[in-house]
């Protein structure tokens, strides 16, 4: 057996039993789970699926994973909190509801996971939606739209919008939280913007919360190369390439680019951010933005964390958590 593969092995042993370890933090601050995950990455070669290389091959894993993808998303009553109902809506667009109390006041968080437009949520989104549901007493709506390559935002965004206003029809928009991550975070947003453009003028959420949000497609910020290095998931020449894919070659259109949006008449925006992911330099500069326009936000940086840091089973997501269970309650 190769080393590296017996390292992985062994390392990924540490990951599923990383609730036993203690939570100490190493010298510099990073926990030591936070630590163990970031290595786990980096040997599983997350980033290489992104990483340069023969455009061919990486045209037929796109191919691939969005193709497995759009077969569909399967939940069991096990992973999740309460009563689990599935919405099947169409061919490309299904989603789940789960831990639906039927009280009028009961929290409501509409969810766009992440996977690069081309995947369905992970078992981490599962396990993190999980647990700040049972701190919220929340139900969750994860909508599973359609995946790249076969479609794009186009396709997606008016299901999206349709399903949005079928939530709200259940919901007092008070109590309606609009979430997303990485590409779903940019996803998230760019709803929030198509909503504005509706002849009904749909309520707005109470809080807009994003991890880790895509919001430039173009990948063309030319702080991202710095962060190269540190980020064990995302590489920037991938991410570009299916960016053109999923914007059908639109990349500044703020529903896939929300960066370039106009957030008047949006709520307050939360962004969750590490400093080891490529990331980074868009969503401080989005941070800017909504600064310099007297828009209300909140921008947490969590130092030497990765991309989507608080959904990983970790200390570090433990607190981001609990941070989100704050906002909602507000």
């Not at 039993?17 to 980096?42: H, R």
């Not at 169409?90 to 996971?113: C, G, M």
């Not at 990485?182 to 009904?200: D, I, M, N, Q, R």
Request: contains cysteine; negative net charge.
């Amino acid at each position: 057996m190769k080393k590296k593969t017996l390292y992985l092995i062994l390392l990924t042993g540490l990951v599923l039993s990383v609730s036993i370890l203690p939570l100490k933090a190493c010298a510099d601050s990073q926990s030591w789970k936070s630590w163990l995950i970031e290595q786990y990455f980096w040997l599983r070669g997350d980033k290489s699926y992104y990483d340069q290389q023969d455009e061919a091959i990486f045209d037929q894993y796109v191919k691939s994973s969005g193709e497995k993808s759009n077969l569909g998303f399967y939940l069991s009553t096990s992973d999740v909190n309460g009563p689990l109902k599935y919405d099947y809506v169409s061919r490309e667009f299904q989603a789940y509801t789960w831990n639906d109390n039927e009280k009028p006041d009961q929290k409501v968080i509409f969810y766009l996971h992440g996977g690069s437009y081309l995947n369905n949520p992970s078992s981490y989104h599962i396990a993190a939606l999980r647990k700040i549901s049972e701190k919220l007493d929340a139900k969750i709506v994860l909508p599973i739209y359609p995946k790249a390559p076969t479609y794009h935002y186009h396709k997606a965004m008016p299901l999206l919008v349709d399903y949005y206003k079928k939530t709200l029809k259940e919901t007092k928009a008070e109590n309606l939280i609009l979430m997303g991550d990485s590409a779903g975070g940019g996803l998230a947003l760019g709803l929030a913007l198509a909503l504005k453009e509706e002849p009904e003028k749909p309520a707005m959420p109470k809080d807009i919360i994003l991890l880790s949000p895509w919001l430039d497609v173009s990948m063309e910020n030319p702080d991202i190369k710095q962060y190269e290095s540190v980020d064990p998931i995302l590489s920037a020449w991938g991410l570009e390439r299916v960016g053109q894919l999923w914007s059908d070659h639109n990349v500044k259109h703020p529903y896939v680019s929300p960066i370039y949006g106009d957030m008047a008449g949006l709520p307050k925006i939360t962004l969750f951010v590490g400093t080891h992911e490529i990331f980074y330099p868009d969503i401080t500069k989005f941070a800017k933005q909504l600064a310099d326009s007297k828009h209300p936000y909140e921008l947490i940086v969590a130092e030497k964390m990765n991309h989507v840091y608080p959904i990983y089973p970790m200390p570090e997501a433990e607190t981001a958590q609990n941070q989100i269970v704050s906002i909602i309650q507000q």
